[in-house]
Structures are given as structure tokens and as C-alpha cells.
């Protein structure tokens, strides 16, 4: 009973790039998005409009917005924290707005310099602004499992934001594996909880690969129905406010298992390819996907 589609949003220029210590030059980052627009991939999350200050890696978000070639069949998304970056997002031009907050008191303090209670108001206003441009908004919320601060987090908890974020009005929820900690059974623990609530199809599941538990936490995740999921490619990434946390799963091994087990994604692999092995050179450094190096061994 796996699901026969599934759907990938690639967030390597977001969450892939975001953590980079090295800059990578806006053209670049142009020429990379338009080689995953190509890819047959349906979503990127192309920047983050957020302080610069805080994330300098994506500090050109509106130039790459402004510029990169927009294929008709690929949604562009971004990160906004607030109206100000939703404002910036639009000018830039965006297809979908991604809101995003944490399920633990300490990570969200420390991610966005606000209390749980105090960023409901914020994204309430950014919410309500994107849906009457007439943008569809998914809603991240970070830590769902473990906070690198407060340890394990109950599903209760993780529920009590997605209630709220649903109420604003997101169109769907990114459940965000942000330190790669979780373990099958805790994925088990939350789906059964918040899928008591809410349709499958709300629900994408953002796996971190800190550990290598996320191709085995989307397996688990697929038996529960869900068939959105997030991915970087060559598992580029990491959350810069959950110290020694990794890239999110590579979007190569992804393919690597649903093309395997003839899940359909529309994907093709070597473009995927491809694209890892440019980004790769920028960066100079081997990027941590196991069918990427295979492939490029092979
Ligand atoms: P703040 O400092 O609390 O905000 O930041 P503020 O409203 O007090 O403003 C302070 C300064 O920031 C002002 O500038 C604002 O103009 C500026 P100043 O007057 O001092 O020169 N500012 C902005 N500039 C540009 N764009 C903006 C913007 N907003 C304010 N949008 C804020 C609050 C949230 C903006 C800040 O804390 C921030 O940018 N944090 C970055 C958080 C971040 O990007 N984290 C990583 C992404 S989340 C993630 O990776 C998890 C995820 O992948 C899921 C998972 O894995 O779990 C999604
Ligand atoms: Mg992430």
C-alpha cells in the first residue's frame, strides 16, 4: 500500500545553501536552479527571504528571484519570516510562500528571536497577506521530534502548531526532522497523532539525515500515505541554529529509492545528477549523498 506518486520539493538552494560558510556567486546560483528547473522536479525553494545578517549565504535572494529562468511547470517557493520578507518575496516573485516556526520553546528563540506565542501574531499577518495575493502558503514547523535544546517533544505539542497554523489559513504542513534524530517509531507516534486530524495529503515530511535514519523514516512515513516530502540535492544542508545538525535527505538517494520501488516522481535522475556535481564543484567539497558519489565513481 505505498503511495504510486510521489511528490519532492527540492530545498537544496534553500536549506542546502543557508549553512554554506562559502559563497556561492548569485549567477551560479542562478545557472544551478535553472538546471533543477529542468529536472522535472514540480517545486524549488529557491531563497530565503529572511535578515541577511543572520543567513549572509542568502543574502541575494531577490537578485536570484528576479533572474533565474522560470520553467511554467515548476512552483517557486520561498522562506518569509515575516512581512517584511513576504513584501520582498512578491517583488522577487514567488508561487508559494513558506512560513516557518518550531514546535520547542528554545529552538524558536533561537531560530527567530521570538516566544512560540509571540511569532503566532507575525505569521498570522504574513499568512493572511500571501493568501490575498493570492499565494498558497505551507507552513514549516521545525524540531517535531527532538529540540537539540529540550530533547524529545510530544506529538501534543507539534499538533497544538499545526491547530494554529491551520487556522491562519496554510495550505499544508512541513513537519521538519531538524537535528536528523528521529527514529521510525517516533515518526510512527507523530503521523498516528496528527493524521487523527488531518488528511495525508496537508502532511509533507522534512527529514535531516544527521544520523542516515531519513530514507528509513520515509519508508515509514509512505506506509501512513503520505507522498510529499522534502529533499536536497546531494543532501546539501543544514539548520544553522541546531549546532552539528546535517543536510536534509539527499534528493538523490530519494529517487535512488522511490524510482526502486517504481514510485512514479517525474524526476529525472540524471539531471539530478548533474545538478549535484555543478553545486559540487562550487562548493569544492564532496557533498554527502551515497548514490551521488556511487554514481560519480561508477
Ligand atoms: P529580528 O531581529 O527579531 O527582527 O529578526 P526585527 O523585526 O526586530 O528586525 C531586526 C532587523 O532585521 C531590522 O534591521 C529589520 O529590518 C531586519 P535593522 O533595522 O536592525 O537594520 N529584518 C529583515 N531584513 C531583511 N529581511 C527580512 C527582515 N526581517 C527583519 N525579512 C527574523 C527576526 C525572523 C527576521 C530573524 O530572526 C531571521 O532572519 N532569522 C533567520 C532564521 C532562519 O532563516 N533560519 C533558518 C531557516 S529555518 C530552518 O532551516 C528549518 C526548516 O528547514 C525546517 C526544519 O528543518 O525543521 C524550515
Ligand atoms: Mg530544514
Redesign the pocket.
Known sequence: NLPKYVQIKE?GPR?GL?NEKSWIDTADKIAWINMLSESGVEEIEYS????????PALADAREVGQKIKRNPNVSYSA????V??LD?ALEAGIDRA?V?M?ASESHNIN????SIADTYPVLKRVIEEAKRSGKPVTG?????FDCPHEGRIAPSEVLRVCEKLFEFGVDDI?L???IGSAVPSQVEQLLETVLHHYPQEKIIM?F?DTRGMAIANIMTSMQYGINRFDSSIGGLGG???APGAAG?VATNDVLYLLHGLGIHTGINEQKIQEASLFIQGKLGKALPSKSLAYLASA
Not at 48 to 55: A, H, L, R, T
Not at 79 to 82: A, E, F, K, Q, R
Not at 111 to 114: E, L
Open positions: 530545498v536549506d543557508q530565503s527571504f529572511v535578515n541577511p545578517k543572520w543567513i522562506l518569509v519570516p515575516n517584511k520578507g520582498f513558506s516557518f518550531s531560530n527567530i528571536n521570538k514549516y514547523v521545525s524540531t517535531v512541513s521538519g526532522d531538524t522534512h535531516h539548520c544553522p541554529y536534509n
